[in-house]
């Protein structure tokens, strides 16, 4: 299917530029950008990358008649780390997609634990890497969002990727008239609850065990260096283009939150 893909879509996706800039959400791990992503998805003008296209980056536009079915069958409805609703149709984060066509993601981590800070240095921050990795992302990136966009039929996607909040440089290379969503919270709930997901995601999925002082270790020191990442480049982003959300405002009063995105 990859290869038939490649065949059937590839000078088509190489020629296609993408209509409009994307929206894209970004906040730490657990701030609530899940949340706000779904509730955008509800917009009939934004399309998204869906949880069947992350598990299938390389063969979704041919595999949705014959894999999607079987990844709806196997796939539990919930998830481990939250409950929150799982299935094949619904909008998912594409750095799963991106671990799966490239190892210049920082979702390897997750299989390897041991490495999870050295993998958020390399590809959440771009820190000591060569210029040619950055540029094999992108183009990664900029295919996967590009066959999002074919599938959808052009629609404008909205994107939630906690990492890309580390990457604003690099997205705004992609597309400098990209739209910004920032969603900030609590940090001891923010903490506590992102301790729950590197601890759930290690023990089903990791190949390494660590310590939960390791755990607590690197959850802290990303979380500081991801806030100071986004400090030190927000700036980049026109003030016409980024909105600041606090979550537990979203939370408290969702439809004048939603305004206020709107509306900038």
Request: hydrophobic fraction near 40%; glycine fraction near 4%.
């Amino acid at each position: 299917l990859r290869w038939a893909e490649r065949m059937y879509y590839g000078k088509r996706l190489r020629a296609m530029n993408l209509a409009e800039p994307p929206v894209f959400v970004l906040g730490h791990w657990r701030t609530g950008t899940t949340h706000l992503h779904n509730l955008l998805s509800q917009d009939p003008q934004f399309a998204f990358v869906s949880t069947f296209q992350t598990l299938a980056p390389s063969s979704f536009l041919l595999g949705r008649h014959t894999l999607r079915p079987l990844v709806a069958r196997s796939m539990p409805k919930t998830r481990p780390m939250d409950n929150m609703a799982l299935s094949p149709d619904l909008p998912q984060e594409e750095e799963f997609a991106m671990c799966n066509v490239t190892p210049h993601s920082f979702y390897v981590g997750w299989y390897f634990p041991k490495r999870v800070r050295e993998l958020f240095h390399h590809y959440v921050l771009f820190d000591d890497v060569t210029p040619d990795t950055v540029a094999e992302w992108k183009r990664h990136y900029l295919e996967l969002l590009k066959k999002a966009t074919l599938r959808a039929g052009g629609r404008r996607l909205v994107l939630k990727n906690p990492a890309n909040t580390g990457r604003i440089a690099q997205l705004l290379e992609l597309f400098p008239d990209a739209k910004f969503i920032y969603l900030r919270r609590n940090p001891y709930a923010v903490y506590k609850s992102t301790l729950n997901l590197h601890r759930t995601t290690f023990q089903t999925i990791g190949f390494q065990d660590v310590t939960d002082t390791e755990i607590e270790d690197n959850v802290l020191h990303m979380y500081a260096a991801l806030h100071q990442r986004y400090a030190e480049t927000r700036a980049l982003i026109p003030a016409e283009n980024l909105v600041e959300v606090v979550y537990e405002a979203l939370e408290a009063n969702p439809l004048a939150e939603m305004e206020h995105i709107y509306t900038g």
